[in-house]
Nanobody
Framework: QVQLVESGGGLVQPGGSLRLSCAAS????????MSWYRQASGKERELVAG????????NYAGFVKGRFTISRDNAKKTVYLQMNSLKPEDTAVYYC????????WGKGTLVTVSS
């Protein structure tokens, strides 16, 4: 059974940091490109960052470059999103995605940036 379970969301003040984790099971994790997406209330889901199966290559949306870092640990079957210098506009539900032969999604974790 395929599972992607996100954790690490919560309430943080502007300028603060959070680290999201996504634990995967049920598929060959190292073969899959992993991504983080987010969806703010009333808006469409958008790509935040992605990382290749080996972890050698990453890509970021322009609005997070220099603030967020995606990484993965294939031994732990986990992908991370380190988020620094958070802004109120980063408030959203953050979703983990795995893509290769199939397309898998987690249920999301809520990040709220507010003073």
């Amino acid at each position: 059974q395929v599972q992607l379970v996100e954790s690490g969301g919560g309430l943080v003040q502007p300028g603060g940091s959070l680290r999201l984790s996504c634990a995967a099971s049920g598929f060959t994790f190292s073969s899959y490109h992993m991504s983080w997406y987010r969806q703010a209330s009333g808006k469409e889901r958008e790509l935040v960052a992605g990382i290749t199966g080996t972890g050698r290559s990453t890509n970021y949306a322009g609005f997070v470059k220099g603030r967020f870092t995606i990484s993965r640990d294939n031994a732990k079957k986990t992908v991370y999103l380190q988020m620094n210098s958070l802004k109120p506009e980063d408030t959203a539900v953050y979703y983990c995605n795995a893509y290769y032969e199939m397309d898998y999604w987690g249920k999301g974790t809520l990040v709220t940036v507010s003073s």
